[in-house]
């Protein structure tokens, strides 16, 4: 079975500007869009799924959603698009998300998501996998996770990400339940020793190559979540550590990368595209160099978004041409 790295969805983090960037790093890593109800891919103006992923290339979309109906009607609208598969979210805790009966809340009703896993095998030849938690609130056990693993794999879902934590829906933020339920590999890795034949990735706290080694040795593959976003360059660490061998892009560095990324920005500002919605991805870039403050104050700061984008393009390469030599 092939062995994969990829990005979490992220809301406010993964929309099409970060993976275009992140595409430029590591283009053999593979990309999500950040959840997206049904309700909005079926009623919303069909181009809202069009320009999600426009001139791109093809990436994961991750859906939310919990009726079987509108859940294939999206999916009809999917297949028309650039989208390489459908990743059903059965993690997610914020209140917002239980609100809509959808997300973590689902994890309790396996019944519901077989129902949605079946209607989607039958409706679309898009991949389908089901995005996850260990657990909810009480319902935490072992029993309860290969149940629920078992009776959704049953009807159809051959592929699992998850994130070795339970979800607490009541009493903590969605930033709370990434980092206080205790991580819990052990019962992941259990979960694949009794479904040697589904693919499971792992998701949760995967911040170093090490880590990655590590859980590849046991999964079929490995979900980089917040790491991706507070050090980007991370993603080239990982492209060259595990896909040097079967990529063809030639390896940027740094002052390259900002390069392309300023004509990108240039492109999309013609087309319409506020500038900061481009840059806020890039404040990190500079991480560990020298400047690194002084670049995320030019980026990054109130006064920074208040600056007609040629002013602000123009600041930026002239930061960069003070610093050819530690970029490249």
């Known amino acids: 079975m092939e062995k994969r790295i990829s990005v979490a969805p992220m809301m406010g983090q993964t929309d099409r500007h970060f993976r275009y960037m992140i595409s430029l790093l590591a283009n053999d890593v593979r990309l999500y869009t950040p959840m997206i109800h049904a309700d909005a891919i079926v009623y919303s103006d069909k ?9 791109q290339k093809a990436v994961g979309i991750q859906i939310a959603g919990s009726d079987p109906d509108i859940v294939t009607s999206a999916a009809k609208i999917i297949e028309q698009h650039n ?32 129902k949605i896993i079946e209607r989607l095998k039958k409706t679309t030849n898009l991949p389908v996998s089901i995005k996850t938690r260990i657990g909810v609130d009480h319902e935490d056990s072992y029993q309860f996770l290969y149940d629920f693993v078992k009776q959704t794999s049953s009807a159809g879902c051959e592929h699992f990400i998850v ?4 979800a607490i829906l009541k ?19 259990q979960l ?10 792992i998701n949760g706290e995967v911040n170093s190559i090490e880590k990655i080694k590590n859980h590849l040795k046991m999964f079929d593959g490995v979900m980089i979540g917040r790491e991706a976003c507070k050090n980007p360059f991370f993603l080239a660490e990982v492209q060259d550590s595990f896909f040097k061998n079967n990529s063809d892009r030639l390896k940027l560095n740094k002052l390259d990368f900002i390069e392309q990324m300023i004509e990108y920005i240039k492109n999309e500002v013609k087309q319409g595209v506020s500038a900061h919605l481009i840059t806020r991805h890039m404040t990190q870039l500079l991480k560990g160099t020298p400047g690194a403050k002084q670049w ?9 978004h208040k600056k007609d984008t040629d002013t602000l393009l123009f600041e930026l390469s002239d930061f960069l041409s003070t610093r050819t030599e530690i970029l490249v």
């Open 171 to 189: 009493g903590l933020n969605p930033k709370e339940n990434r980092s206080i339920p205790p991580l819990n590999y052990e019962r992941v890795e």
């Open 47 to 55: 181009n809202f799924i069009k320009n999600e992923n426009h001139n």
């Open 192 to 201: 694949k020793n009794d479904f040697s034949d589904l693919r499971i990735d």
């Open 163 to 166: 994130h070795a934590r339970k």
């Open 296 to 304: 995320r104050n030019l980026i990054g700061s109130d006064k920074s």
């Open 83 to 114: 989208y390489n598969e459908i990743n059903l979210n059965v993690g997610c805790p914020s209140a917002r998300v239980q609100n809509c009966s959808v997300g973590a809340t689902l994890m309790k009703e396996p019944q519901r998501v077989a």
